[in-house]
Every structure is written in C-alpha cells, then in structure tokens.
C-alpha cells in the first residue's frame, strides 16, 4: 500500500507535533527576552587590526580573544591557502581512517617542540578537547575535583565522564584540600580540574597549590590553558611557565582560537597520554579531521607568536595601561592589574545590555555577559586587550566607559 494522502489543508502529525514545538519553545523564548537574556546573533566582518566592521559601522574590538593579534594576519591567510591548493579543503575523514595530512602531523609535532613536551594531539575545538579528554581520563569509579567557575566545556566533560564530581569555591586551595580529604581515599582515580586564566574573571588558578595537593593525594592535574597560551608565561607557554612549574601539570590543553590567530586545540603531555587520548578520546576518534588548510594557518599563528615575542609584550603594556585608565576613573574591575581579562561588575542583565549597546554607539565593542554564562546578578562587561590596541584606543575607550556608566 502506498503512502495515504491527506486533502489539501489538513494538518498531518508533524505539522502538528512541530506546531507544538514551536508554541512551547517560543514561550521559552519569550521569557528569555523578558529577562534581557536572549541571544542573538552579530555581523562581524573584515577585521584590521583592532578594528573590526559590524553591521552597525566599524568598531574598535575589545570583545575578542584575539589577544596578540593574529587573527587578520596574512602570513595565517597564505599558509591556510597554500595548504588549501597543495591538499585540497576537506581532509576526507577521521585522523583513524583517511583524513590525517602532514599538515596534521606536522602541527602536532610543532605544539610539542613549543612546550618541550613528548607529543601532542590537536582537536578541532577547545570545547571538543575537553568533553572528549576528560570522559577518557576518568569514569564511573573515578573522581573529579573542579573549580567552581570552570568553563562550560570543562563542566561538561566532568558530566560526560560519569565520575562523582566535587566542586571547590574558585580559587580556594584549602576548600580543595578538605574535599581531597573526604572524598580521596574511595576513588580508583582523581583529576583536579582548572581553568589556568579564567574566562570570565580575568585571574589564574593557585597553580602551586593545586599541584602540590595533587602529589600529596595522588592525583592528576589536568589544566586548561585557552586563555593563557601565547600570553602569559616564559615564551607565551601559560600559566604553568609563569610561576616556575612548566612541564610539571598532567593534562595540558590549550587553544589555536586566540593567541595564535586561528581555530583548533591541543592536549600535550607524556607520549603515553596522547597515544591513550588517540584511541580513547572520542571527540577525536569519532570526528572528521579539520582541513589542512586550518591545520597550516594554525603553524603560522604559533610560529609567528614565537618569532614575534613583542606582541606579547604589547598585550601586557595594553592590559596595564587599560587597568590604571579605568581605575583612575574611579570604576572597580575584577581580576588581576596585568590580565588580558577585564570584567567590570554590572550587575543586573538588564543593565549590561543597555551598557553594551551604548558602547556600540559611541565605536567599541564589549561582551555583555550574561546569566548562565555567569552567576545570577554578576551579569559584566567582558573587555579583553589585544595588542593591537593602540594607546589612543585604550585612553578613548575609558573615555566613553566613564560616559556611559554615569548615564
């Protein structure tokens, strides 16, 4: 019997089942706008330098996390097309299957000689790290040990993976410590887990602490670095490096998609670690490799963040002369005086938005951070640095922030 067919009008099951879909999620978004949390979406266009053209006119850019300022950088654009007429666009599968280029290997072998590691595996995104890594870590028998202002695809990784987690106040060693104590000793395995630069306040993770409790109750360290590498650090290395302890964190990851320019992630450790992440991590082993031509922009980006060490310290004579800008003005940011991370406490959504479109208006764009990004009530400003900034983009940038704050 061939398929019935419904007379010209008459709603079917799915129109039906869809229209229903439609009314629930549409209330759903109807409160989210109520309460100035709705997303939507922002045309970003060419970006030069710090500035980038939106659809609303070109705007000076303290939203990204374009922090040395590769993002636009033509030496990323050439390699990306070299590649992209040497191996063609899609790598054609799985790094397991047909899809692992040189381009692949080699960028592997580059992030592993810049943090004097055995290897490296690289990922098609942060997000994709951290939810494939952790899960092959740790399990049901495990337990996980998270700082409570982790970023979501960390958050999400420990939920991935199964394995009890306790949360310790952000940034609290001691609280950590008492947590180790308790819950410890029944676990098969412990994964301490950080932000090493935290994304939305701006300040480092206790690294010394955390490792040194790591020894003492035989636990790894794993650390995710996204903001860190290519900023902080001896040779932009992160923030293991900065306080002496390269080398001496477990699980490293890190990120392509800010200091360096362009898009990706890597883990790099031990040879062992990353030939058990090869087989086990499976946001690896289930996922097409990206294109060579991504690949080849992303060496470009690392080898130019290692041969120009200057914009490295552009970006930390930018973060300080922006933090002695805004607290000449009398206006309170979160976080430590020389992060690339600058949160400005707003408070109510409401009033984060209408801050973030006036900022707009007078030629800046900043983050309006929002719940569940953030806590209820921590609702913030987000204004990250790049070294790109000039001196008169910062001294403006305060100018308005002080304008508009006082409306």
Not at 267 to 279: E, P
Request: with cysteine; charged share 20%; proline share 4%.
């Amino acid at each position: 019997m061939g398929p019935s067919v419904l007379p010209s009008g008459v709603p079917t099951a799915s129109t039906v089942n869809r229209s229903q879909l439609d009314d629930i999620l549409g209330g759903d978004l109807s409160r989210l706008r109520g309460q100035n949390l709705e997303r939507v979406l922002r045309s970003v266009g060419r970006r030069t330098g710090a500035v980038v053209d939106t659809d609303f006119g070109p705007v000076v850019d303290f939203s990204s996390n374009d922090y040395l300022g590769l993002a636009s950088d033509p030496r990323l654009v050439q390699a990306a097309a070299t590649a992209a007429n040497d191996h063609g666009l899609g790598a054609g599968g799985s790094r397991l299957i047909s899809g692992n280029n040189p381009e692949h290997e080699a960028l592997d072998a580059d992030v592993a000689a810049f943090f004097d590691a055995d290897r490296a595996l690289t990922f098609s995104s942060g997000y994709a790290a951290n939810v494939g890594i952790i899960p092959a870590l740790v399990g049901r028998d495990d337990a996980i040990f998270a700082d409570a202002l982790n970023h979501a695809s960390l958050i999400d990784g420990c939920r991935l993976s199964r394995a009890t987690v306790h949360v310790y106040p952000h940034a609290d060693a001691d609280a950590l410590e008492a947590l180790l104590v308790r819950h410890r000793t029944p676990s098969r395995r412990a994964l301490i887990i950080t932000d090493g630069v935290f994304s939305m306040d701006g300040d480092r993770a206790p690294l010394p602490e955390l490792i040194d409790l790591a020894r003492r109750f035989d636990a790894w360290t794993y650390v995710d670095d996204a903001h860190a590498v290519g900023a902080i650090g001896d040779r932009g290395r992160g923030t293991a490096s900065e306080v002496g302890l390269h080398g001496e964190v477990d699980v490293s990851v890190g990120t392509f998609g800010k200091s360096f320019g362009a898009v990706g992630a890597f883990v790099y450790g031990s040879s062992t670690l990353c030939r058990f992440l090869l087989n086990r991590a499976r946001s690896f082993v289930f996922s097409t490799a990206v294109p060579p031509m991504q690949a080849a922009a992303c060496r470009a980006g690392l080898q130019i963040a290692i041969d120009e060490p200057w914009r490295r310290e552009r970006l930390r004579a930018n973060s300080a002369a922006l933090h002695e800008h805004i607290a000449s003005l009398g206006i309170g940011v979160l976080g430590e005086r020389d992060a690339h991370i600058l949160p400005i406490l707003i408070g109510a959504a409401d009033r984060v938005v209408a801050v973030g479109r006036a900022l707009s208006d007078a030629g800046f764009l900043v983050g309006a951070v929002r719940p569940p990004t953030v806590a209820e009530g921590s609702s913030r400003l987000r204004v990250t640095i790049s070294a790109s900034h000039t001196p008169a983009h910062l001294a403006d940038f305060a100018t308005a922030l002080e304008r508009v704050l006082a409306l």
